[in-house]
Nanobody, 127 residues
Framework: EVQLVESGGALVQAGGSLRLSCAAS????????IGWFRRAPGKEHEGVSC????????YYADSVKGRSTISFDNAKSTVYLQMNSLKPEDAGVYYC????????????????????WGQGTQVTVSP
């Protein structure tokens, strides 16, 4: 059974940085993608970034491109999302999600394409 556990959410000031972690386990394939989504109050889930476990290919939403870096520590089976120059609009509950890398919509960060989800971690950005 695939399990994803997020951590690292916090209250930070605008302009600050934060690193989120997603500990992953239970995969039966070596070629999957782990993505980050966020959901602000009253809004839909927004895809932020994802990474392929096999070759490290990365994908970013335009809203975070240039400010965020996703990485995969294979030894720890953990995905990190480093976010810099945080803005109030970056606030929300951040979820880690995973599925087959080649499943339609996964690398396009389509929310409904991901089958496995963590419980979420709260990120708050003060002005």
């Amino acid at each position: 059974e695939v399990q994803l556990v997020e951590s690292g959410g916090a209250l930070v000031q605008a302009g600050g940085s934060l690193r989120l972690s997603c500990a992953a386990s239970g995969f039966t394939s070596d070629d999957y993608a782990i993505g980050w989504f966020r959901r602000a109050p009253g809004k839909e889930h927004e895809g932020v970034s994802c990474i392929s476990s096999s070759d490290g290919s990365t994908y970013y939403a335009d809203s975070v491109k240039g400010r965020s870096t996703i990485s995969f520590d294979n030894a720890k089976s953990t995905v990190y999302l480093q976010m810099n120059s945080l803005k109030p609009e970056d606030a929300g509950v951040y979820y880690c999600a995973a599925d087959d890398r080649y499943k339609m919509g996964v690398t396009l960060l389509k929310y409904r394409s991901f089958s496995y989800w963590g419980q979420g971690t709260q990120v708050t950005v003060s002005p």
